[in-house]
């Protein structure tokens, strides 16, 4: 398959900490590809770096052939390269239909304008099938403050997928869900991906998640990359047991490939 992103020696530097050493690359369209990592190892640096929050000191980030290395994170979000965060980036105190219906004013116009001006019927219609697809379409006339967190993560992936990118980064997609939600919330995000064709990239801690949803892992230690391949081969490495994973943690989740 074609590569659609290419990360190639890719360096940062924060004073003394080398938070990407020589990062290379390569991701094929409509691809599903795990983060995994300690915390500090450089998976959320090199995140930033492809969505244009940071700045490499070295190397380059080339999507669909074109090096955007220089272009500002609301260039690269133009050009199709969106994100979600840890910390669902919603408007709290608006419904949850109202909060799609200014992302899709944004996407439009490329910039939030009057609520008279949003509320078109055809973006209504829009929000609505965007609520039933990531079947959040009963919290539709709540305030997204008081959803609860799996809904919340579900609302903040619908409106970073607003526009119809053709790569999406997801960062900790299942932090602060529970054990019991965790698997019906990913089924429903990677169905909906699914139905967008577009290339997933998303940073987890969960290794049950991991496995069960990446086809591809990064796993990143020092601001290295230690192993690249499926998931049951990089949670098999021995470095990545002894950095990233543990070995208690992968003999749980390993009879699933038994």
Partial sequence: MTAILEAKGVVKN?????AADNLSVQVAEEEVLGIIGANGAGKTTFVNIVTGYLK????????????????????????GIHRSFQIPQIFPEITVFNNLMVALGIAETGR?????????????????????????????DQRARV????????LDIAMAMVGDPRIVLLDEP??????????AVMDRIMSALRD??????????????????????????????????????VLANP????????????????PSHA
């Fill in 196 to 233: 967008h064709k577009v290339t997933v990239l998303f940073v987890e801690h969960d290794m049950e998640v991991v496995e069960r949803y990446a086809k591809r892992v990064l796993a990143f230690y020092d601001g290295r990359i230690i192993a690249d391949g499926a998931p049951h081969m």
């Fill in 14 to 18: 924060f004073g003394a900490v080398t």
């Fill in 147 to 154: 959803l609860p967190q799996g809904a919340r993560k579900l």
């Fill in 56 to 79: 490499p000191d070295a190397g380059s980030i080339r999507y669909d052939g074109r090096d955007i290395t220089a272009l500002s994170s609301r260039a690269i979000t133009r050009l």
């Fill in 239 to 254: 470095d990545v047991r002894t950095y990233v994973v543990g070995p208690e943690l992968h003999r749980r989740a390993a």
């Fill in 174 to 183: 299942t932090s602060g869900i529970s054990a019991d939600e965790k698997f």
């Fill in 112 to 140: 939030p304008g009057l609520w008279r001006a949003l509320a078109t019927r055809k973006r209504a219609e829009t929000a609505q099938a965007i609520l039933t697809r990531y079947g959040i379409e009963g919290y539709r």
